[in-house]
């Protein structure tokens, strides 16, 4: 099978959406914006031996490679459009791009986004993704707008896809009941597009939580120039993350709470005066949102442990190049 | 230095353009599509050992990792605006980082086109662009317009990057004098965005010759549910590969000529009544444009030798999957 072959099985398709005027197999896609719409734009790579092992289930990764771009939607409120897809694959696997489209397909379909382009070549295993999404005008939510006493929510549970990663790495043993739904926030994260897209208007600053909420969190610090105050007690755990942070591998625990990666939750902050908003939309997409501290004046992180006290040393989020 | 220092250090800028709400440094970039404005995107990924040899000079990787996109732009007839650049890269290098970028920045400045994210990881090198541009509603140039009687023409010259890139390998002994040249268009393409701007409304369609003339125009021809034939004679060609085609070396410098990729010169088709107009484009951008050929209502291509004989056996275009 050639390279137009393989384009031709596997990534053409007739565009759906209206405003898609030319999609897959030009030299470029073409769409055309709504009035009053602005476009939000991401792009992420995932590597093999770096974002995911070699042998990774192939339907999981396609699931995966389109779930980390359209996190980033979430994050700014936007809605997940369009994407583009490259791809650098050591051989032309038919049977491998087949279940690597059937995951990617899948979940674009749940969120009508629509492939319109992309670019194939041989190559160490690398996916590429660029999103497109749109937000009503003015309307994207940030990293900067954090102010003194807002409250910071976080969707979910944070930890575990770090947990399952852990234990498929060895370095701790999880009962085997847990460990499928671990794994499962690690491989098939779960965009929280709908409660972006509820937070316009809300929260004053958002991002998704990637690298782990600490790290994450300092980006918010930083683009708002405020600190922050949370509590390892407040965060919303899963019953094995919080069993162990009671036991002998509590800095294990501790690591997949405050810094472990690919949850892809959305970190948030919000004025006092919204706390029942945030409640409501909680209940009306069926999500737990988790107060876990607050935002105020003095800049930096200060976490408290479940005592109250103020950690001296926080578990460092995950670094491409460290 | 850690990712979040590289990107700033690299990566991070102020937006420079209005329609730019948001750059680098957020979950997104947000970008406000002007009224009555389509927008063509496209991406292309380019893999160490594949694309580029290790070693290659950085600065002129920048320019052309840029450039090949700027390309697919200039094939649609839009104006590139924005691009985003992923790149995966064995180690934090810095020095390779700032010449990668001063190529990649001086060719963005050129065409004023404004870095607005991406994504950096470590892996086996890998760059992947992104690149949106605009393009008046309803006036992208696809390949699928083409039409029996139309003209095909290339700019510039075809073969050159090939016949630099051949002798770079050792395949051919070109003299010291031209090969600079020659490895000039291999390394640092100039993208022809004024010329695919101008054929707006006179081009029936277009691409840019990434893979090789023949296996280019064919994807015209089957977009566009046409045949052509074309000259070799016609084909503009420099002083050296014309030369070597007369010699015992004919055999690689006509796949050059005619499978050669990485030209990025636009190849399109238009009535025969816009002749003057293609004439008058050209000299006001200084850039040959040649006719090679005429599309015909039977299918296939037909490519005549010298002496006006068809071509019993074409030269493969490249693929990145054979």
Not at 58 to 84: Q, T
Not at 139 to 165: C, F, K, M, P
Not at 200 to 207: N, P, V, W
Request: charge should be negative; aromatic fraction near 4%.
């Amino acid at each position: 099978m050639n390279e137009f072959e393989l384009i031709g099985r596997h990534f053409a398709r007739a565009p759906r959406h209206g405003d898609v005027k030319l999609g897959v197999g030009d030299d470029a896609a073409i769409v055309a914006p709504a009035p009053g719409v602005e476009y939000a734009v991401s792009v992420d790579m995932l590597v093999e031996g770096r974002h995911f092992a070699a042998g990774t289930n192939p339907e999981n990764l396609g699931h995966k490679a389109l779930a980390v771009n359209l996190s980033d939607m979430a994050a700014m409120g936007a809605v997940p459009r369009f994407a583009l897809l490259a791809g650098a694959l050591p051989v032309a696997d038919d049977a491998w791009l087949s279940a690597f489209m059937r995951g990617f397909d899948a979940l674009a379909e749940r969120y009508d986004v629509e492939l319109i382009g992309g670019d194939t070549t041989r190559g160490p295993r690398n996916l590429c993704v660029t999103v497109i999404g749109e937000v009503p005008a003015g309307q994207a939510i940030t990293r900067a707008g954090a102010a003194a006493g807002d409250t910071i929510y976080v969707s979910g549970r944070v930890g575990d896809a770090a947990l399952g990663l852990a234990s498929r790495g060895g370095r701790i043993r999880i009962d085997d009941a847990m460990i499928g739904e671990l794994l499962q926030r690690l491989e098939r994260p779960e965009p929280r597009v709908a409660l972006g897209i509820a937070l316009r208007g809300i929260a004053s600053a958002a991002l998704d939580v990637s690298d782990g909420i600490v790290g994450d969190l300092a980006h918010i610090l930083d683009a708002s120039h405020v600190g922050a105050v949370v509590d390892v007690a407040g965060m919303p755990a899963s019953d094995v993350l919080r069993d162990l942070l009671g036991g002998p591998q509590r800095e294990l625990a501790l690591a997949c709470l405050l810094a472990g990666g690919d949850d892809y939750e959305l970190c948030f902050t919000a004025p006092a005066a919204t706390r029942r908003q945030i409640d409501a939309i909680a209940q009306s997409l069926g999500l737990p949102i988790t107060a876990i501290g607050a935002i105020t004046q003095t800049p930096g992180l200060v976490v408290r442990d479940e005592r109250g006290d103020p950690m001296r040393e926080l578990p460092r989020a995950f670094d491409h190049f460290r």
